[in-house]
């Protein structure tokens, strides 16, 4: 097995452990009807997203890493467009997800009793639409890694 061939490894399995649980992470809170079963939902999701950071960054390094020993591959539209995409569903974390997330978490630490507040369905629907945007992003990266379209 080559170097490359390693990273080619490497980048396929950090997909499948760093994006898969990202796919999920809306659906594992959506289902709870108590507080107590969203506290508990959202520190599973909380979890689940080091996988995702994990994940993420291996894939990132692996990328590059594969285009600085196939400098090519910057020449392909579906390498760039790739890396461009992903590189935007990255700054989603700090620029729209984590400012969206804090007044949720704030309201999971603050909030007494098991009903969920009516507030919190209108914070998570803005969360929840931001991160189905970036699932959608993540899913046309891997068909343009698939497919090489172009």
Request: overall charge positive.
């Amino acid at each position: 097995m080559t170097f490359y061939e390693l990273l080619v490894f490497i980048h396929v399995f950090s997909a499948i452990l760093g994006m898969g649980p990202g796919f999920v992470m809306i659906y594992i809170v959506t289902k709870a009807t108590t507080m107590t079963e969203l506290k508990h939902a959202y520190i599973i999701r909380n979890r689940l997203h080091i996988f995702v950071m994990v994940g993420g960054t291996l894939l990132l390094i692996t990328g590059l890493l594969m285009g600085y020993l196939h400098p090519y591959l910057f020449e392909q539209g579906w390498y760039v467009t790739s890396l461009l995409l992903y590189l935007i569903a990255l700054g989603f974390g700090p620029t729209v997800l984590s400012p969206r997330s804090k007044p949720i978490k704030a309201m999971l630490k603050e909030h007494n009793g098991d009903e969920i507040p009516a507030d919190y369905f209108i914070l998570s629907k803005k969360l929840f639409f931001s991160e189905r945007i970036e699932n959608v992003i993540f899913l046309i990266v891997i068909a343009l890694m698939i497919l090489k379209p172009f």
